[in-house]
């Protein structure tokens, strides 16, 4: 079946504008996650959606960083003014939900490489 | 502190050998769940295996395997008999219960492995 895809897969954006990355996860999949991978990184956790409702928004950096999730299933990410320090690959992942083994894993999207200049 | 800490920055690896990349974790819950990610030059990063932290048995999928080593907190990948297409990055990641939000599992990633396969 498909994975999941996310577009575009490259932005350049200049300092200042708005962007928006769109995620579609796989069909069924309850739980949403946005990361962020900067160069030489490792993904760091942006935010966290159950259905529609976002769980968790803890690692969005600042009030600049907004996402939704409004019929549980495609997720969008937007970023507001952006700024040079927020150049990095996003990346969306999905997964089934809690399961009775307690794995719940994570599928990744091939990611959208930001760069704002 | 690192929660996941991976010490290997680059590996090489001969072809049809077996590797082994390290990876060291830092909880205090005692439900968790260690997953290994491969990351090709494209970017995508691609699910490998999963250990949870009640099982008894290290993982294993096809040439990749766990080594779990609960007390010393270390979930190494071992990858046999290398193909030039297992070239890539390779993160270590695991999953706790979050208390910052309900429900909320995300995962925390190391900063990765580059392992190189050399024909």
């Known amino acids: 079946g498909a994975g999941v895809s996310q577009s575009p897969r490259y932005k350049v954006a200049k300092r200042g504008q708005d962007v928006a990355l769109r995620c579609d996860p796989i069909?069924?999949?309850?739980?949403l996650f946005w990361y962020q991978q900067a160069l030489g990184q490792g993904p760091e956790f942006l935010t966290y959606f159950q259905n529609e409702a976002q769980l968790d928004k803890s690692g969005l950096p600042s009030d600049r960083f907004f996402a939704e999730r409004p019929e549980g299933s495609v997720s969008t990410l937007k970023i507001q003014r952006t700024q040079q320090e927020d150049s990095a690959v996003y990346l969306c992942?999905?997964?089934?939900?809690?399961?009775?083994?307690?794995?719940?894993?994570?599928?990744f999207g091939p990611g959208t490489r930001l760069l704002v200049l | 502190a690192q929660k996941i800490t991976q010490t290997q920055p680059g590996m090489f690896v001969q072809e049809k050998e077996a590797v082994t990349l390290d990876c060291t974790y830092d909880?205090?819950?005692?439900?968790?769940?260690l997953f290994w990610y491969k990351q090709p030059s494209s970017g995508e990063m691609i699910f490998l295996i999963y250990?949870?932290?009640?099982?008894?048995q290290n993982a294993t999928e096809g040439r990749y395997s766990l080594n779990f080593q609960k007390a010393r907190k270390s979930a190494n990948l071992v990858i046999s008999a290398s193909q030039l297409g297992d070239s890539a990055m390779y993160f270590c990641?695991?999953?706790?219960?979050?208390?910052?939000?309900?429900?909320?599992?995300?995962?925390?990633f190391g900063k990765g492995t580059k392992l190189s396969v050399i024909p």
């Open positions: 909880t205090s819950d005692p439900s968790y769940g």
């Open positions: 990641a695991m999953r706790e219960r979050s208390y910052s939000g309900a429900g909320s599992y995300q995962l925390t």
């Open positions: 250990q949870g932290s009640y099982d008894q």
């Open positions: 069909s069924g999949h309850v739980s």
């Open positions: 992942a999905s997964s089934l939900g809690w399961t009775s083994q307690g794995q719940e894993t994570q599928y």
